[in-house]
């Protein structure tokens, strides 16, 4: 089963779950003293490495739209993508925790770790199939070489 939201719109909504979840009795709050510079460190390389996955997107002219990964032209394995296959979603787990230390909360942050397993089911594993389709016996190579998160 794919989403039919698109996975920025997804996170926001986990996003707007923690925000509630962190304004609850048992929210858990913590500060470390340096909550916002962990939150800033965060968001910003959540921001970075998902740029990067789109960039490398860009430049081998495939397709960007997550709603649509049978629409892929090219089976990208360069730069940040043999590292992990799925730098996009590693961004958005980055900002989602990045938003849960900013909220000062623990239960905000497990629920921004929940958002992989849902990504994963609601996602990944479609465009996974699509890629499968589309490329064979190369993107199982490249599946067997690159972790799916890190």
Do not use: C
Request: no cysteine.
């Amino acid at each position: 089963m794919q989403a039919q939201i698109p996975p920025p719109v997804l996170a926001a909504l986990v996003a707007a779950v923690m925000y509630g979840v962190s304004r609850s009795p048992w929210s858990l709050t913590f500060d470390t003293g340096f909550n916002g510079w962990i939150s800033s460190g965060l968001l910003l390389g959540g921001a970075v490495v998902a740029a990067m996955g789109v960039i490398q997107f860009q430049r081998h002219k495939t397709t960007v739209d997550p709603l649509h990964p049978e629409k892929a032209s090219t089976l990208v394995t360069s730069g940040i993508f043999s590292v992990t296959r799925n730098p996009m979603y590693v961004g958005l787990v980055l900002i989602l925790l990045g938003v849960g230390v900013r909220f000062d909360s623990l239960a905000a942050l497990v629920v921004a770790v929940g958002f992989v397993p849902l990504i994963t089911a609601l996602q990944i594993r479609a465009e996974e199939a699509a890629m499968r389709d589309l490329f064979g016996s190369d993107f199982d190579a490249y599946a067997a070489n690159v972790r799916r998160w890190l």
